[in-house]
Structure formats: structure tokens, C-alpha cells
């Protein structure tokens, strides 16, 4: 008796094909800095993962890699590198160091590159000063003194 | 052979009766005219519906034009139009109308029609000061109903850093109940909440849905908490879930080193990490600001830790903030880091921290420093560096490299001959010696 194949059964040759060619990917990139923050020096970190060049056992090939993270700061044209922790390996921390002089802050974008030269999508965050609101309380004069 | 369904001649030919003829000609513009209706109805349904990818332009284009719209996403002639743009969430309730009603929706179309720059970011902060004071409510859903885009994100942050002030719970449930889960508002929210309710502030950020929004609120809130309580928060972030353990210590040791770094450096030598990255970020964190403050504590410690990319990671960040202040030490930790792109790339950028810091001292000992690296892509990694930075100099040190190795490349002079030995005269001179001549 002739055996009846399931769907699945005939698709897995395909299957298994497209996946032991590997998808590519593009990395991704996370901030772990407050959009606030108090006093002006400021050290922005975040992480960028590779999540490209999988094989049919899901592993990391190794190609895989945060090759750079390059940042713009608002009202710059210029793409800056931020500072990785660890080139072409995956994931990798990257930081910048930034002055915050303004209130309402500067926003800054910043992406992911790969060794396989895939970007990740942008990502931006305004980050702002904390302004006190805590307020002085303005003594009530109790009598005038005059000069005259 | 087909035929065509409209042929004149088979008309002209036949007599007379011209009633067929008029009658197909009307069955034609009638179909001609319902096509052109359906493509009008068409036409003007995919305008009607179609969203406009970003507020200010099209606000901006309405400013221009002397018009005033009845929001940053429909453009209208009339002011008193009161349909709200349909920016929602998937899921969320649809948001009241009432913002068109404020006296100061007027200001906020203004405020979407301006360039995007510091102006427009500051005009976004006192407008939402005045209309969170004057109705939160009405102020964030203008806020939320915008189109996604860096416009939206610095409404809705600015909202939150007025609305947290005043409420923020009250603004905390605005977003739960509306569905508007904006990363960067509730990183905002959650930093502002913290610094008059961090307990409070940490449940709820710990409490969001979205796992990225979370991560970021949740940071902000132990960040904040950091500044007043280190130990208080850093607890609560060694007790979160996986997802967001990490990136909040991350955050706690961020603020800590920058007032009390030893003590931070102290607390994480008990908590375990998942991964040797998350390690390393971390400690990337701590490193970072303590160097610019004590690079020589920063160096000891750095030498405490074991060896792997935890370290390395620490050495890095170490060499590029430090040579602001101590060069020598930051290349020299530069220079040894194990794998050599990283090598290369942060001895690069450690010199490019020198070089900002002190132009005038890097160009008097950048030379000695190059005469350390062996590996010609370290240097040429520096080079590459001060041709964006400084190409005259980067010519002159090229020039100067080079003189440099061609007098190393020079032969060294023969050794001074020894002094002559004169055969003594009382030794009988051996076969083929000449015996020199007697004076006469």
C-alpha cells in the first residue's frame, strides 16, 4: 500500500533547503539611556546584535558581527562612530560620550552596521536636562528700609 | 476574422436609420462617464484615506500658504473643522476630540509648521507647559494622535517631563489607557517619576507591556533612583527578570560612577551576568565616566579583573576616555588589547581623544608614541584618523616617520678598525711576512 505524505513532509525538503542557506538579517540597536537626565556630561550607552547569517541550526555564523554604530547628532550632518566594546562580535555595547548643554536637549540617531554591511533600522531619543522644579521660596519683606 | 466591437463604416454604408447609430454612440459615453465617475470616486477615496507620513510638513505647507489646517495630518481650509487626525495605536480606544476646542490648538499647529530645529524643541516645551497646566488630558491626546515621526516623539516627551511634575500617575494612566506605548515618553515619564516616587516610578515601568518600552523606563526610573539611593536601586534591578536586568544595572552603575565609582565597582563584583557581554557593557559603564575622574584607580581595578572581553571591554573604554588626561597610560592599555581590530580601531580613537583634548601635546609626543606601534595598521589606523582631523600635520608626522626610518634603515657604520698590531721586531717574522725595511 502506497504510503499518503503529509503536506509538512513534502514542504521539508524545501524547508530545510532555505534554511540551511542562511537568512541575512540586519542588526538591531538598543538604548539603555534615560532620555533625562541630570547635569550636562553625559555617557550614552546601548547595545547593537547581530542577529543575521543564521544556519538551519539557528546558529550564529561566523560572519556575524556589529561591525559599527554610527550616531548623528541633531543640526550635524556628520555621522559619527560611537565606541564599541567589542568589534565584529555579537552583541557588542557601544558608547558616546555627550555634552548636554540645552534644555530641551539635543535628539540623536544612531544605527547599527554588520559585518555583512546590513544596517539596522534608526533609532532617535531628544536627550533632555533635568530642570529643577523645586522652588525658592522669595521671603516676604517685613518692612522697607529706605536710603533716603 | 474579429471584428471590432465599433466600426464606423458598418454604419455609413447602411441606410439611413440613424437612431442605432446615436443610441450606441450615447451606450458609449455612458460607459465612457461611469468609468471617469468610478475613477473620480476612486481617486478621491484613495486621497481621503491616505495618511500623511509626517505631521510637519504638512502643517508646515499649510503655514506657508497662509492656511490653517485643522491638524498637522488633514489639511483643511477651515478652522473650525473637528475631525482628528486617525494616528491610534492598533487596539486603542479612539481619542476624544476635544483638542481641537483648546484655545491652544491654534499654537500647536503653529509649533508643527516650524522647521525642525532648537526653535521648534523649545516652542514644543512651552506649549506643553501652558497646556498640560491648562489640560493635561487635552494636551496628550493632540500629543498621541500625531503620526509618527521625531515631531510626535518630542510632543509627547515634552508632555510627559510637564505632566509627570504635576501627575504622574495621572499621566501614567493615560498611557496604559489609551495604548500609546512611545519608548521614549516612558523613559521620560518614568525618570521624572522617580526623582519624587522611585518605588512607585520602578513598579510601573516594571509593569509595561511592551518588552523595549519597558526596558527603557524601567533604566530611567533605577537611573534616577541611582542619584539618591545607589544601593536601594541597584537592588531592585538585581531582582528584575531577565529581559530587563541587565540594561537597568547598566543604568544604576552609569549614575553611580559618576558621583561615588569605587562603590559602585565594590557592588558589582557580586552580581553575576547572564552573558560575558552584558558584563562588559556594564562595566563599560563604569569605567567611562571614573576615567575621566581617576584614571589611575580606573587602571588598578581594570588590572584586578580576570582576563576575557569583560576586561577588554573595561581596557577600551578605559584607553579612549583616559587619554583626555593620561595618554601615555591609555595607549599603553591600547596598544595591548588581544584582538587586533579592536586593537587598532581604539588606539585610533584614543589618539583622537588626545588630539581633542590637547592638539599641542599631541603633536609633541604622537611621534614617540608611533615609534611604539609595530603593527603598520595601528599606525596607519592613526593616520587615517589625523587626515580627517589635522592633514597638515598628519603630512608632516608622515614625513617625519619616515625620515625617521630611513636613518634606522642606514647601515651601521663599519666598526673603527682596531689599532694596527706591528709585528714585534724582536720576533722572528713568520713565512710571507715581509720584514719591514731598516731605515737606511
Given amino acids: 500500500m502506497k504510503s499518503k505524505l503529509s503536506a509538512s513532509a513534502l514542504l521539508a525538503p524545501f524547508l530545510l533547503a532555505f534554511a540551511a542557506s542562511g537568512v541575512a538579517a540586519p542588526p538591531t540597536i538598543t538604548l539603555t539611556t534615560p532620555a533625562q537626565n541630570q547635569g550636562s556630561y553625559l555617557v550614552i550607552i546601548g547595545t547593537a546584535t547581530d542577529t543575521a547569517e543564521t544556519g538551519s541550526t539557528g546558529e550564529k555564523k561566523a560572519s556575524a558581527g556589529i561591525k559599527e554604530v554610527r550616531y548623528q547628532v541633531e543640526g550635524s550632518k556628520k555621522w559619527k562612530r560611537a565606541q564599541l566594546t567589542a568589534k565584529n562580535s555579537t552583541p557588542s555595547g557601544w558608547f558616546i560620550e555627550f555634552d548636554n548643554t540645552s534644555r530641551v536637549g539635543k535628539r540623536i540617531t544612531f544605527y547599527a552596521v554588520d559585518r555583512a554591511g546590513l544596517g539596522s533600522p534608526v533609532i532617535s531619543t531628544r536627550f533632555k536636562r533635568v530642570v529643577s522644579t523645586s522652588t525658592t521660596a522669595t521671603p516676604t519683606p517685613t518692612t522697607t528700609v529706605s536710603d533716603q | 476574422m474579429p471584428q471590432a466591437p465599433f466600426k464606423a463604416e458598418s454604419f455609413e454604408g447602411k441606410s439611413v436609420n440613424r437612431l442605432p447609430a446615436i443610441v450606441l454612440r450615447n451606450n458609449r459615453w455612458t460607459l465612457f462617464l461611469c468609468l471617469l465617475g468610478v475613477l473620480i470616486l ?40 473637528t475631525t482628528p487626525p486617525p494616528a491610534q495605536a492598533p487596539g486603542a480606544a479612539p481619542a476624544p476630540v476635544s483638542f481641537t476646542k483648546s484655545p491652544l490648538y491654534t499654537s500647536a499647529l503653529s509649533v508643527a509648521g516650524m522647521q525642525e530645529d532648537d526653535n521648534r524643541a523649545e516652542a514644543i516645551e512651552a506649549l506643553m507647559e501652558s497646556w498640560v497646566t491648562a489640560n493635561p488630558q487635552q494636551a496628550a491626546d493632540w500629543a498621541g494622535s500625531l503620526p509618527a515621526g521625531t515631531f510626535r516623539d518630542d510632543a509627547l516627551s515634552a508632555l510627559m517631563v510637564h ?179 579592536q586593537r587598532n580601531q581604539v588606539t585610533a580613537d584614543a589618539c583622537e581623544t588626545w588630539y581633542d583634548k590637547s592638539p599641542e601635546t599631541f603633536r609633541a609626543g604622537i611621534e614617540e608614541a608611533i615609534g611604539l606601534m609595530d603593527d603598520p595598521a595601528m599606525r596607519r589606523s592613526v593616520y587615517e584618523m589625523l587626515y580627517e582631523r589635522d592633514p597638515d600635520f598628519q603630512t608632516q608626522l608622515l614625513q617625519l616617520v619616515d625620515k625617521n626610518a630611513q636613518d634606522k634603515a642606514v647601515p651601521p657604520a663599519p666598526p673603527a678598525p682596531e689599532p694596527l698590531q706591528l709585528p714585534d721586531a724582536s720576533l722572528p717574522p713568520q713565512s710571507g711576512q715581509d720584514t719591514p725595511a731598516a731605515d737606511p
Fill in chain 2, 42 to 81: 476612486a481617486f478621491g477615496y484613495s486621497v481621503r484615506t491616505q495618511p500623511v507620513p509626517n505631521a510637519a510638513p504638512a502643517a508646515r505647507t499649510a503655514a506657508s500658504d497662509g492656511r490653517v489646517s485643522s491638524g498637522p495630518i488633514s489639511e483643511s481650509n477651515s478652522p473650525e473643522v
Fill in chain 2, 163 to 341: 505632566w509627570a511634575a504635576r501627575d504622574p500617575a495621572g499621566a501614567a494612566g493615560w498611557m496604559s489607557r489609551t495604548g500609546v506605548d512611545d519608548g521614549e515618553a516612558a523613559s521620560v515619564l518614568a525618570g521624572s517619576w522617580a526623582a519624587t516616587d522611585p518605588s512607585a516610578a520602578a513598579a510601573w515601568a516594571s509593569s509595561m507591556e511592551n518588552l523595549e518600552s519597558r526596558r527603557l523606563a524601567v533604566s530611567s526610573a533605577v537611573s534616577t533612583w541611582a542619584h539618591t539611593a545607589p544601593q536601594a536601586a541597584a537592588a531592585f534591578a538585581g531582582r528584575l527578570p531577565d529581559n530587563d536586568r541587565a540594561s537597568a544595572i547598566t543604568a544604576v552603575i552609569s549614575t553611580w560612577a559618576a558621583t561615588a565609582p569605587a562603590e559602585a565597582a565594590a557592588w558589582l563584583t557580586d552580581v553575576s551576568f547572564g552573558s560575558p557581554s552584558d558584563h562588559a557593557i556594564t562595566l563599560g559603564a563604569l569605567v567611562t565616566p571614573w576615567s575621566a575622574q581617576n584614571p589611575g584607580a580606573v587602571s588598578k581595578f581594570i588590572n584586578t579583573l580576570p582576563e576575557g572581553p569583560a576586561r577588554e571591554a573595561a581596557a577600551s573604554q578605559f584607553a579612549v576616555t583616559a587619554a583626555a588626561t593620561a595618554p601615555a597610560e591609555a595607549l599603553m592599555w591600547a596598544m595591548n588589547l588581544s584582538d587586533p581590530d
